[in-house]
């Protein structure tokens, strides 16, 4: 069976946010580099997935030079790097046409955030009749605030208040909505250990 690693949004966009200092895994382009090493060494395609947010001034804005991806990151020729404006990572790119036009059925998902483009992707992919491993611990995502929070909070703030949902609690979410339904949830040692269940 042919398989893609996705890296999906591991861009430096997020480091120019303040919320960084909250992120889950300051490391996750370590983590997804030892992905696409096992991938390439595999024969398996990596794909990458930028996020933009053209004419919006805000970090994802590719006139202020974020878009890009974090240092240690580097596609080889052949690689794809998609840009997309939506959540997931097929509706607005071709990436399905391209997994289609190299035979693959499965697709493993890392990135930024857990429970948003990273979940989002598998879900979809999922749906579209695809074999997902979800990587887990090469995904990071930050503290949720409560939807009725006030906008504009520090960090401090964010994290006082009892009703943000913390890092552990979102990553639980995302493998107890995700495994069994949409995807098999493991983590980096699984993949580079070819232990990755069924």
Excluded at 7 to 28: C, H, K, N, T
Excluded at 84 to 98: D, E, G, I, R, V
Excluded at 112 to 121: L, N
Aim: proline share 6%.
């Amino acid at each position: 069976m042919s398989r893609a690693l996705l890296v999906i949004d591991i861009q430096e966009s997020f480091r120019q946010r303040d919320s960084w200092e909250l992120i889950s895994d300051p490391d996750v382009a370590g983590k997804a580099a030892t992905l696409v090493e096992h991938a390439r060494a595999g024969g398996d395609h990596v794909i990458w997935v930028l996020h933009t947010e053209p004419g919006t001034g805000n970090v994802f804005d590719p006139e202020l030079g974020h878009v890009r991806l974090q240092p240690g990151l580097d596609p080889e020729p052949g690689e794809p790097v998609l840009t997309k404006t939506s959540h997931n990572a097929f509706t607005t790119t071709n990436l399905q046409q391209l997994l289609t036009e190299r035979g693959v059925r499965e697709v493993v998902v890392s990135g930024i955030r857990t429970e948003q483009c990273c979940e989002t992707t598998a879900r979809l992919a999922s749906d579209l009749g695809y074999r997902v491993t979800f990587v887990i611990d090469a995904t990071a995502t930050n503290p949720i605030e409560h939807p009725e929070a006030p906008a504009g909070r520090s960090n401090a703030e964010i994290m006082a208040d009892p009703r943000t949902l913390q890092v552990p609690d979102v990553l639980a979410r995302t493998e107890y909505a995700l495994a069994g339904r949409f995807a098999t949830v493991v983590r980096v040692a699984d993949v580079v250990g070819e232990a990755v269940t069924v």
